[in-house]
């Protein structure tokens, strides 16, 4: 059910807390408005800029906040209006430490019901890149990651609610930037009892202090770089683009007066049907190389039964359950990134190849599910990608 879009944004710029002092009051970013005209951040914190936070004052802690970003906002697919994305103007306090910061994100139904499908969803910083005719480009740093409920929740059924814990993201919510939610909805589409989308209510809980590990620099490895404001898909399986190409290896510069570092990543795999019921139903291990070590994770999730929806929802998947969070791969790379001024990041996954792979017209491939068509259908059988996010985090 999802669009195959092969951008990839491959930056790495440093996103620094340039200078943390006293608290100062925030306000609120009300008014989300529709994503076809957002409008983008470019102050603090945008990602624009580079600097050092090494010399700065990052012990003063800031005032004990909370910031709105989506108040109670819709986002639905329609027959005459697309808002699967919308985007919020929000400002951050541009200067304090905070002990925690955490990401409440609530899913409401609108007027006539949820729509009943599991549905990918996110919530990312926006960057402008670049302007033409031909539209605009756009950076998405990725800052959460969820999917909805599979089944039309009953009236007493509790609506799902999460809380990220998004505090060694402090360097990237600085200052007035635009944040962006999306959910991979298709409906309203004319079809009866699908419902109409999902009401999204975001607030950033920032708790006066200093945490144990003091973050000051962000640096994406691999983010989203597109002209349709959607997240891009990585295709897997397909020898024709590999994807070692979509994801290359990275040579990032590390931040002035950083001493210790973690990746923080996102990693889910969707598309079904295909030879080994691949990625959505499909176990395979991913490999971040971080200099010459090599950092092997199976992503897959086995508790799906623990949240509330119908259907299949408690089959294990490749890093998602429907109606949870999706739980980001935190790992430590102090003593992997080395002593010079940058270090290489690369990424791999399990060698596959996808031999039903929606080419011959009509007939049955190899390892098709169920006797699936070999074409893909948008529904029963998807082509097999990853959605892949990560970040480079430095501490001082």
């Known amino acids: 059910m999802s669009r195959c ?14 200078s943390v002092g006293c608290g100062s009051s925030s306000s609120s970013g009300q008014g989300a408005t529709s994503g076809n005209d957002a409008s983008v951040g470019n102050d603090a914190g945008s990602g624009l800029d580079s600097s050092s936070g090494d010399d700065a004052p990052i012990d003063d802690a800031g ?9 109670h906002t819709n986002v639905f697919f329609g027959p005459t209006t697309n808002q699967r994305t919308v985007d919020a103007p929000v400002s951050f306090p541009s200067t304090g430490t905070y002990s925690s910061i955490i990401l409440h994100v609530a899913l409401t139904c609108p007027t006539g019901g949820c729509d009943v499908w599991d549905r990918f969803g996110s919530i990312s910083m926006v960057t402008p890149v670049s302007s033409s005719d031909a539209g605009t480009v756009e950076s998405l740093t990725e800052i959460a990651r969820f999917v909805t409920p599979y089944g039309l929740p009953a009236a007493n059924d509790p609506q799902p609610t999460w809380d990220f814990d998004v505090t060694e993201l402090r360097p990237l919510l600085s200052g007035a930037v635009t944040l962006r939610a999306f959910i991979d909805t298709w409906v309203p589409q ?3 009892n699908e419902g109409y989308g999902w009401v999204v209510t975001a607030s950033f809980e920032m708790t006066a202090g200093t945490p144990a590990h003091v973050p000051i620099a962000v640096v994406p490895i691999w983010v989203w770089t597109t002209s349709n404001k959607e997240p891009t898909e990585i295709v897997y399986g397909d020898p024709a683009n590999p994807i070692s190409s979509s994801l290359p290896p990275q040579t990032v510069t590390l931040p002035t007066g950083a001493s210790s570092y973690s990746v ?17 139903f499909c176990s395979k291990m991913h490999t971040w190389t971080v200099g010459t070590t090599a950092n092997t994770e199976a992503i897959w999730r086995t508790d799906c039964a623990s949240f509330p ?49 929606g080419t011959a017209d009509g007939g049955v491939c190899t390892g098709c599910q169920a006797g699936e068509s070999c074409q893909y259908d948008g ?18």
Not at 315 to 338: H, I, K, L, M, N
Not at 379 to 396: C, E, K
Request: glycine share 8%.
């Open 5 to 18: 879009v092969r951008l990839l944004a491959l930056g790495a710029v440093v996103v620094s807390v340039a």
């Open 63 to 71: 005032a004990t906040t909370t910031i709105m970003a989506f108040d």
């Open 190 to 192: 004319n079809v009866t």
């Open 264 to 280: 923080r990543t996102f990693i889910t795999g969707h598309g079904q049907a295909n030879l080994d019921n691949c990625s959505e």
């Open 309 to 357: 929806s119908a259907g299949t929802y408690q089959y294990s998947r490749a890093g998602w359950c429907p109606g949870a969070d999706v739980e980001p791969w935190d790992f430590d790379v102090t003593s992997q990134v080395g002593s010079a001024a940058s270090t290489t990041i690369s990424y791999g996954v399990d060698a596959y190849v996808n031999t039903c792979n």
């Open 379 to 396: 529904s029963d059988h998807t082509q097999p990608f990853y959605y892949v996010s990560s970040l480079l985090i430095g501490y001082r």
